[in-house]
């Protein structure tokens, strides 16, 4: 019994089409402080969130805000308040973040 088995030949084709790289345009963007991030980032964990109840989250506008962390990106955050109300924040908005009437310790 004989089987034919076709030879692959050890050159293959290449493309030498060239395609441009896709130019992104420039958004500008206000840098998030890395500490306010770093901080809401710890107040994500489980630990946390069991931990540090309730928060008080000062903004730079003078309003305050009740409630803990939900969600985390980038250059925003959500907060659920006690009454099961979400509101997003951009993190440069946070003034400071407040636990048991004093400012929360830094921790990370």
Not at 13 to 32: C, D, W
Request: charged share 30%; with cysteine.
């Amino acid at each position: 019994m004989y089987r034919h088995i076709k030879k692959v030949s050890r050159w293959q084709e290449e493309s030498t089409s060239i395609f441009p790289e896709p130019v992104l345009k420039e958004v500008e963007t206000i840098p998030t402080d890395p500490v306010m991030w770093k901080r809401l980032r710890f107040l994500t964990t489980d630990f946390a969130k069991h931990v540090y109840r309730p928060l008080c989250f000062h903004l730079q506008n003078g309003e305050q805000i009740f409630g803990e962390v939900t969600e985390l990106n980038s250059d925003s955050v959500q907060i659920k308040s006690p009454e099961d109300l979400i509101v997003a924040l951009e993190i440069n908005e946070i003034k400071e973040i407040w636990w048991k009437g004093k400012v929360l310790p830094t921790r990370f």
